[in-house]
């Protein structure tokens, strides 16, 4: 696959009424299935009882009528997806939202993020004789708020102080007997925002298209380093971690990994990437007849570049909605480039035309190699390429998979180089500078673009905490 | 659903050599699984034994890797894909391809149509003691070529005799030991295209990207009447039943049927639904901000008209693309409206905006309306919608489910009462006389519109054949 | 498997009242899955129309709660369980109750043995132009029926004048829409009993233990050549074609297939078989120390050997009763005789003594090398078997699976060799006289011995017919 | 359910060779299945990486071909069956064997039996900020071994300190990165026997059945008290705590729990079961025809009271092979009594008979009630049951489900109200003196009787721990 993958997805909702609250979880689940598609979990809360399921899968296979309705009545619920390698995934499960019972009661923690100081702590807390029954950041967390839970007088309280240790990416929903926390970590890498329903629900989620899943009204984001408690009494910010540090929002999360319909800091996506595509028109103009995306990603800063530039847009590649988890790939090799099962270019659109061919990104340049051979094929006579984000040249710590930097094509070739391998005629990334001003509500220092320019908004990760971000890249070469 | 369903899509492959043909039909039918989402099968010949499966579902999930290769290897091969009512499916299988056994060997029959003397001719068969195992047009047409067979020299003879007494639409794949026969009705309702492999295999299907699934070749289309034989010698055309009538090619398959990168009968898909638009534009046009299509079937159509009439085009509805088979539609009735999981409006592209909304088509109307209380919900000021083809009026005898006029919409309303109902504020259709137009290699003269102006190319059917389109029907209403 | 295997079971229900007939067939395949594990189906008569499912698998597999309720409720209906060659079951589905439409409304077939003069009947339909969905005996024998409707009162006159073109073994219960009809060959070679249960429902089936499973009384068999009707004015009984030909009921049936709780033709099969078991030690003394029987079917024939000897019964060796089919076998084929997971032997029992081991007969011989293998290794000094059957050695045409002499192993050698290649003291089988005397309440006459002795109670099949025995046997070679 | 259950079955292997030895546990397993039907797992240890897969169901439907060779070679493995409530095993997974991370590493957990200081190590734990994501033994018991394994110079010295604070029924596989370590409670609890492989691997089981599975050679016992340690020098035994308290070895384990043909510290349980049937004769002589068995745990006793008492032994009963998880019960309570699937009289062998029917306990007494109705409908003229252990009169809380005296028949009634309640002509217990006889080669002091003779061999659970056993009971109350 080359493609990064988000690591997570998180909801919540409480609810003054007792209800079949698993519902919601689920549709909300269905919306936010683009930012983790390896396990999901919902987690129901009757009245101190926890009731929850988690398994590897999507949602629609992993919840069936039968386990929805398994889950029962209650009045406060989370949910989680989740994206993870698979090499371990049987023995080890970090699926979520964990489920653990302590001294003073029992917690729920759904969680999108990555910790910097993940090895640190853990290894602190096994010197204290505590085990561990998975490799996720979520237990850890767990651990750290049950420890301040010993000594203050409520879960938020314990939240709050747990925030001083966790250093890191993390977005959380955490579900009490009686409250749901959400707290958002102080650079807010990952987007959390909430919002209510009209009878009075309220509900917090990682992005606002599953606040419109289950027909709620988006209030706001949470901010960053700010914490929301959901009760009886309502709704209750605490904001004594907020401005600690410069907030950092992943600029990715705009052009790739939130869904179009989203509504991430103030900005709607959408835009972003249509304001992607005209800078990028600004940036790269080139003579051509039809602007074209790779769909999905690529469809919205595509129709930016057409409206910018002038050159008409046109659908390219359409891709085969039947393709999902079962299909069993070609495995005669030799006729791979030939079948075109997957993604088929439209001849009547790019036949002896010049095209213009967008997409978000590109890792490794193999998937872009074979999509320029396919438009070749299908008779376009010159393919100029334009990304609609800046060249990946460093590894992320916050949440996504851009892992290591052997493996990125960008850092290991020179422009001109990708543009001779992946067979196109011209090749045009976005600057830097323009990647910060997609998102028209959002200032342009408010974003971390550390992969692009190696600016890291925290220290790196050392020791073994180090050694874990490079242990994933492994196993994932490993496959 | 308010959607129109297509009945079949039918493919066959002849090789010189013996391989895992199985694979090249899963390929096929799955880039062919928009015209039937029922039921799937495929048969393999290995040197007249003929390996089979079929079963309800979609192609995907039927066909497992140990499935695929449990149907081994052989020269020739032929698939299925099937919509049909799911009700009567448990008890009657009408699964496709059948498999026959006869006095002088074997058949397999892929089939894609509608028999308007079905009832007439299974009347007679029953008469000479013929037994059904289905109610499917399939056992029928195997009946009748077999019948054909006892006095024939060879298979395709029989196929040719059959022709003069099956009345309607039908696009056949028939495979025999040795041979594979193509054979598309003299009024050529249907699409059937054939193409070759690199390797010399001869290919035929409903669509032309089919061919391009197995990385085959266009080389024509089936024309209406002719008989093609695949076998050891070669591809071979036996005309005798072209120009007897006038042709009839069902002309939705332009605007909604067929897939975008199929070309049928010599016009791309694509280019006639953009045209459609185009024609739109200048039969309807309305001053407003934004033109966007319904995912997905009126994209193609908004991008034609937003180019002819210079307003943008744009994104302003997304579909849930992890949304299948296993979703758990909402229960609570009185929510179902707020609870937006398939569809959510992207309200940064319509708010505040006057949206041209482009659709291929309404049939009853529910699923506009809802779509228009969406766009409104996300802020549009003016919805003004334009539909790709004309009204429906007429129920259709040639394979899709246009079954009856008391559930067409535009059958029971004025167009004014039609925005009235689906709260549009202006309404628009495409003429009688532009539909003909859209497909750019084709003669105005070559369609059957039957649904729109009834004119009937045949005579429509009566008595018994007759009410088995009203039996249909009620068993839809029933659902 | 070193087993032989039945070939099918039937079961068919009439009610006056309207109900959800499904269950209680589905309780009867369950008492009748001994009789066939690879497919069942079936078919609930509401008002003429059938509703049924078939399918590949064992009854709990195949049937979930929605299957059955799927099928509603009617006033009558018909079942069946099937063994059958897996090779061919995926291309070529004889799963049974067949349902067929003709001229003068519907048939549903369930049909136990096999016919003789398959291959003429079916080549003589093949020449009037039918054709074949199956290779099976219910798709010749519906069309017989259907040929002779033509020109019948009745259905049940249609069956009657069928059985004058069937030959060999055949029990049969057809479902019409009003009626059940219910039929046994003129030998009577399978068994066929009839009963009623407490609210005046007629059941037919063929074992008594399913009239058990649905609390029906035994009323008593159907008599070779005799036809029962089963409808709204109770249940009538056809005997023109009882008596023209010498009884022959399987003997093999009391040995073997039919469920020891089941009463055959009047004499119970738990008697018959420590009957066996009592003639055998009769014909076969031996000094030894304890009886053991293989499990399961081993069992009654040695608790009947050790009361007539006096020689005391011990349970030997003990069968693992959460095998099934989902059970992987070990791979290593060195360890393969190491490990004991299917079969244990109890040491307790066997250790330091003397073992009379009883089966019921000896196939191929592989298995009883292993359990024999099995005792030695568990220290029993001596082992004595006794099989509670005549050696086979010649091929079975009436519906069981002994296909050729060459496989047989007593065929090929003497008993003294054979007794050497599975490894025990001594063997003895029972006499074909004594055998014929098993069943008390029977006429010793009136059995099938050919597998024994080679008198067949009808001509042998030859041409194409014998030529379909010796395919059977080769499909099952190829296994 | 009026049967009782064990809780678990634990299996543990270490080998000097690298193998496969997943599919070696899957075989023990099989084995162990009637220990434990909930839940299933397996650890393979592969030089410290430990790939592990648990889930609920069967063994032979938890793993598939693909799961156990997911989990890859190894030198070490550990496996678990369990029996659980089902209630709450969506929310809270008690799946063994528990796999956790320390911060010397890691440790694999197989457990059977019951801790009665549960709740209070439980409290202490959680006092210190230890967290818990399950209500299972196996989590306290890692808690335990790691609190000491943090001062200890090894896993084994671990383990031996924690036996300190450990109360109640406990046999222990425990598996780290090196070694195996296999532990067995001071009294002696629950069974746990070890043995060794031709290649010299060593392997530890719950019950000798599972070292005949794997090709294993029994070499004893772990004694109560007693440590074993397998790791690359052989079998090391640590006996610190042998003899610290008398041995109480559960006698039920003879009765009913362990498989016919396994050996219980060095009692052969078919022997005993024989045995016990030979007390109930001389305690409770009746003159009658035939003895017969309840299948499939009452059979041994059967045929130890027939050749006691010198009635005929026979088979009354016969129940149906192929009723598994699947089977759908009867829906229609007014007909159940009559349909007689899962069980069915053999009439042949009662019918006109006085009847001993030997069961090995009767808990509730509605299925004895059910039992005694089909035998006298099939025709007995007299029914003596007698039961071949004492009446249960106290809860267990050392591992089986005997949870609460209310629920206890023989709590409740006298012996002659119970033999009216099931409806038999006498009814004879055997005594608490008998019982501790049935083991041939072991002490009759050396066993647990107290839920018969309410003589604990430790002080009964108190407090929060107490509470435990009344919730399970509740639990269950609830299904």
Redesign the interface.
Known sequence: MDKLREECGVFGIFSKERSALA?DV??AL??L??RGQSSCGI?VNDDG?????CDNG????V???E??S??GEGNAAVGHVRYGAEAGS???SNAQP??????KGRLAIAHNGSLINYAELR?EL????????S?GDAEVI??EI??QR?TSKSIEEAVSRAMDRLKGAYSLVVMSPSKIVVARDKHGFRPLCYGTT?RGDFVAASES?AL????ATLVGDVEPGEILVFDRNGCRSIRDHCGEVKKSLCVFEFVYFA???S?VDGS?V??ARQRAGAFLALEHPVNADVVIGVP?SG??AA?GYA?QSGI????GL?K?????R???A???KV?ED????KL??????VAGKRVILIDDSIVRGTTSARIVKLLREAGATEIHMRISSPPFLNPCYYGTDIASRDVLIAHNYSIEEIAKIIGVDSLGYLSIENVKKIADRCNKDDFCTACFDNIYPTEEPSGRSRNRYDRKLSEKEGN
Chains 1, 2, 3, 4 share one sequence.
């Not at 088929?344 to 659109?349: K, L, W, Y």
């Open positions: 519902n689920y549709y269905f919306a299935q683009h987690v009882v926890f009731n929850s399921y999507l949602v629609g296979d919840f069936t009528t386990r929805l398994s889950l049987a023995s080890r964990l489920v653990v019972d302590h001294v290894e096994e010197l204290e004789g505590k085990i561990f029954q490799d767990a651990y049950i420890r010993l009209e298209c419109d899943a289950v027909g869904r179009p319909d509504v709607a959408h835009i999905d469809i919205d129709i409206r008409p847009y046109g659908v359409l085969n909605k039947y393709i999902g079962t299909f069993i070609p495995v005669q006729r030939k079948v075109r099962i088929n270019p439209i001849a009547s659109t």
